[in-house]
């Protein structure tokens, strides 16, 4: 089981074991290289107290530190593993309510004969557990649980729906018989089972300041994140793609006294050749390289070519990375490649995610179509373009009437809404917008952390999200829309906030998603593999296609189309699949 998870802690392995528990770790080795190995165990006149395994980092763990030792603790590492276990040793079950950062740990308690699963509060850091017969399975990746022996790897309806609708319902990890710990949870194991609970939510509550202390106090709360964020005993960067997101954090990094290193991805003549589509309006690379020069950085473009993306070695790494076929793979493939190249250079990587989730920046926030069907926007959006959704164009339409995509969605979608009270004094538009924010943050958002995690895990990066402190998300979350469209544009708050340390041609440009290669040669790439996987009547998709679509697109002689994102995520989406199901053991029950 350790051993599958190596990419992840390429520094250190190690396991310890007693009569009823045994916890392997793999480390990537961040703060206080030379000590802090685990698994950790605190042991006192011989017996062993507890025993930790831990993933992520915590960042106020110098001033819990100080807080433990005024209680009586003494340490023997600098790190923050062991602040952790001894969190666990004062406050119990409670100790991740003490903790601010990303993490999933595991404590043993052998006094108890009881085990402490806990993760952060968005999410950010994956754990996954599974009963069996004997006991409980725990680790950061499902490839982990399933290389037990008791384990069977198998995707029944409800998660093959779950995985062509692209969302995230707290808890369910696709696979049949795996959990996800929720964010903002702990489980407790013991003899009589798993009791998970919740420690933390999004709070709805009114929003008493006015918009100039708004913005001042999204600037203050951002700032202290990104200073927190910049810990770090390994060489560290940020990574830039000239939006006002990621370029708000390399400002701020720079303010609190960092000279920032700065990585941005582009194409092989993308720039050149940039075509305007419904979601690009400009190549990102001028305006990378403009905020570069503004703020000082040490910059390296990172330039891919198509060959690169069509590698058929990278596409089986991007993919084993993440247990699951995504509908976006392109961007899986480049962000993946980014991240190897930036591993050459630094251990640690700041980005911009979650801030659209927060912000309100994507559009689908403000298009009444999509956010007012009584399902997810995203769902929405990808049933404009195909009947059962997006990315299923190419698939058998009995096989998809009968997991039902879009049912399934809704269902989740009236269980995600139900969560949202309403505040009081709330108008129809500020409820309905933070139902919107609601479900992006808590089935949207936790997608892209989950590919985050994995894909820089995969190169031995650990990747840190300043937007996704729990203090200024419990803030924004629950500024009224009014506010943060006080302009008519999507992240008006932020913009504003940051609008003092960059030019303006980053703060007024508007959202543009990860850029995707426009490459014709690509899309000629995905054609002849299409018809590779079309023609093998003995392949693991024979009988998930729609053969009459696949016939008309395979007949046409032509690349795919690559400017838009219609035909080539149905065929992407084709491709991932036939790649999960021909190199991983998973069995399809539907």
Same mark, same amino acid.
């Given at each position: 089981?350790?051993?599958?998870?190596?990419?992840?802690?390429?520094?250190?392995?190690?396991? /310890?074991?007693? #009569?009823?528990?045994?916890?392997?770790?793999?480390?990537?080795?961040?703060?206080?290289?030379?000590?802090?190995?685990?698994?950790?165990?605190?042991?006192?006149?011989?017996?062993?107290?507890?025993?930790?395994?831990?993933?992520?980092?915590?960042?106020?763990?110098?001033?819990? &530190?100080?807080? *433990?030792?005024?209680?009586?603790?003494?340490?023997?590492?600098?790190?923050?593993?062991?602040?952790?276990?001894?969190?666990?040793?004062? /406050?119990?079950?409670?100790?991740?309510?003490?903790?601010?950062?990303?993490?999933?740990?595991?404590?043993?308690?052998?006094?108890?004969?009881?085990?402490?699963?806990?993760?952060?509060?968005?999410?950010?850091?994956?754990?996954?557990?599974? &009963?069996?017969?004997?006991?409980?399975?725990?680790?950061?990746?499902?490839?982990?649980?399933?290389?037990?022996?008791?384990?069977?790897?198998?995707?029944?309806?409800?998660?093959?729906?779950?995985?062509?609708?692209?969302?995230?319902? !707290?808890?369910?990890?696709?696979?049949?018989?795996?959990?996800?710990?929720?964010?903002?949870?702990?489980?407790?194991?013991?003899?009589?089972?798993?009791?998970?609970?919740?420690?933390?939510?999004?709070?709805?509550?009114?929003?008493?300041?006015?918009?100039?202390?708004?913005?001042?106090?999204?600037?203050?709360? *951002? =700032?202290?994140?990104?200073? =927190?964020?910049?810990?770090?005993?390994?060489?560290?960067?940020?990574?830039?793609?000239?939006?006002?997101?990621?370029?708000?954090?390399?400002?701020?990094?720079?303010? $609190?006294?960092?000279?920032?290193?700065?990585?941005?991805?582009?194409?092989?003549?993308?720039?050149?050749?940039?075509?305007?589509?419904?979601?690009?309006?400009?190549?990102? =690379?001028?305006?990378?390289?403009?905020?570069?020069?503004?703020?000082?950085?040490?910059?390296?473009?990172?330039?891919?070519?198509?060959?690169?993306?069509?590698?058929?070695?990278?596409?089986?790494?991007?993919?084993?990375?993440?247990?699951?076929?995504?509908?976006?793979?392109?961007?899986?493939?480049?962000?993946?490649?980014?991240? &190897?190249?930036?591993?050459? #250079?630094?251990?640690?990587?700041?980005?911009?995610?979650?801030?659209?989730?927060?912000?309100?920046?994507?559009?689908?926030?403000?298009?009444?179509?999509?956010?007012?069907?009584?399902?997810?926007? /995203?769902?929405?959006?990808? *049933?404009?373009?195909?009947?059962?959704?997006?990315?299923?164009?190419?698939?058998?339409?009995?096989?998809?009437?009968?997991?039902?995509?879009?049912?399934?969605?809704?269902?989740?979608?009236?269980?995600?809404?139900?969560?949202?009270?309403?505040?009081?004094?709330?108008?129809?538009?500020?409820?309905?917008?933070?139902?919107?924010?609601?479900?992006?943050?808590?089935?949207?958002?936790?997608?892209?952390?989950?590919?985050?995690? #994995?894909?820089?895990?995969?190169?031995?990066?650990?990747?840190?999200?300043?937007?996704?402190?729990?203090?200024?998300?419990?803030?924004?979350?629950?500024?009224?829309?009014?506010?943060?469209?006080?302009?008519?544009?999507?992240?008006?708050?932020?913009?504003? $906030?940051?609008?003092?340390?960059?030019?303006?041609?980053?703060?007024?440009?508007?959202?543009?998603?990860?850029?995707?290669?426009?490459?014709?040669?690509?899309?000629?790439?995905?054609?002849?593999?299409?018809?590779?996987?079309?023609?093998?009547?003995?392949?693991?998709?024979?009988?998930?296609?729609?053969?009459?679509?696949?016939?008309? *697109?395979?007949?046409?002689?032509? !690349?795919?189309?690559?400017?838009?994102?219609?035909?080539?995520?149905?065929?992407?989406?084709?491709?991932?699949?036939?790649?999960?199901?021909?190199?991983?053991?998973?069995?399809?029950?539907?």
């Amino acid at each position: 089981m350790v051993a599958t998870l190596a990419n992840r802690g390429p520094d250190d392995e190690a396991v /310890w074991t007693d #009569r009823r528990a045994a916890l392997g770790h793999r480390r990537l080795s961040v703060i206080d290289l030379a000590n802090s190995t685990q698994p950790m165990a605190v042991e006192e006149d011989g017996r062993t107290l507890a025993v930790v395994v831990h993933n992520g980092e915590i960042y106020n763990f110098r001033q819990l &530190r100080r807080q *433990l030792e005024g209680l009586g603790h003494r340490f023997r590492t600098a790190g923050d593993t062991e602040v952790v276990v001894r969190a666990y040793l004062e /406050w119990g079950d409670r100790c991740a309510e003490h903790l601010e950062g990303m993490f999933a740990f595991a404590v043993w308690d052998p006094a108890r004969d009881r085990l402490l699963l806990a993760r952060d509060r968005l999410g950010i850091k994956p754990l996954y557990y599974a &009963r069996t017969a004997n006991g409980v399975l725990f680790g950061s990746e499902p490839k982990a649980l399933f290389a037990h022996p008791a384990m069977e790897c198998a995707v029944d309806s409800e998660g093959f729906a779950e995985l062509l609708a692209y969302i995230a319902t !707290p808890g369910h990890a696709v696979y049949r018989g795996v959990r996800e710990l929720p964010a903002g949870h702990t489980a407790m194991v013991t003899g009589g089972g798993v009791t998970e609970s919740a420690y933390w939510s999004l709070p709805a509550r009114p929003h008493e300041d006015d918009t100039a202390t708004t913005i001042d106090t999204v600037r203050g709360l *951002l =700032a202290e994140s990104v200073e =927190a964020h910049l810990v770090s005993d390994v060489p560290l960067c940020t990574l830039l793609s000239g939006g006002v997101d990621s370029s708000a954090i390399v400002a701020l990094a720079a303010r $609190a006294g960092n000279r920032p290193r700065t990585f941005s991805v582009d194409f092989e003549g993308h720039t050149e050749r940039f075509q305007k589509d419904f979601w690009h309006e400009d190549a990102d =690379a001028p305006y990378a390289a403009e905020v570069a020069r503004h703020v000082g950085t040490d910059h390296e473009p990172v330039v891919l070519r198509t060959a690169d993306l069509a590698d058929p070695v990278v596409d089986a790494a991007a993919l084993r990375s993440q247990d699951l076929p995504r509908p976006i793979p392109d961007m899986d493939r480049s962000l993946y490649l980014l991240l &190897r190249a930036v591993r050459q #250079r630094s251990t640690v990587a700041l980005m911009g995610e979650a801030a659209d989730e927060l912000f309100g920046g994507y559009r689908s926030f403000q298009d009444p179509s999509l956010t007012d069907t009584g399902n997810f926007p /995203w769902v929405s959006m990808g *049933l404009k373009v195909a009947p059962h959704g997006m990315s299923t164009g190419l698939l058998d339409p009995g096989v998809l009437k009968k997991i039902d995509v879009p049912g399934y969605a809704a269902q989740r979608y009236a269980e995600a809404v139900a969560e949202v009270p309403r505040v009081p004094g709330e108008s129809e538009l500020e409820h309905r917008m933070r139902r919107v924010s609601h479900v992006h943050l808590t089935r949207w958002m936790p997608l892209l952390l989950t590919r985050d995690d #994995r894909l820089s895990m995969a190169v031995g990066l650990e990747l840190r999200v300043p937007y996704c402190d729990h203090r200024l998300v419990e803030y924004v979350y629950n500024i009224p829309w009014e506010m943060k469209t006080a302009d008519g544009r999507e992240k008006s708050v932020l913009r504003s $906030a940051v609008a003092d340390l960059l030019p303006a041609s980053v703060t007024e440009r508007r959202k543009s998603p990860f850029p995707i290669t426009q490459d014709p040669g690509y899309g000629q790439v995905l054609k002849e593999r299409f018809d590779a996987v079309v023609n093998d009547p003995a392949g693991p998709m024979a009988g998930l296609l729609d053969r009459e679509a696949c016939a008309r *697109l395979s007949a046409q002689d032509r !690349p795919i189309e690559v400017s838009g994102w219609g035909e080539r995520r149905d065929v992407e989406m084709v491709l991932q699949l036939d790649g999960w199901l021909r190199n991983s053991r998973v069995r399809l029950d539907l």
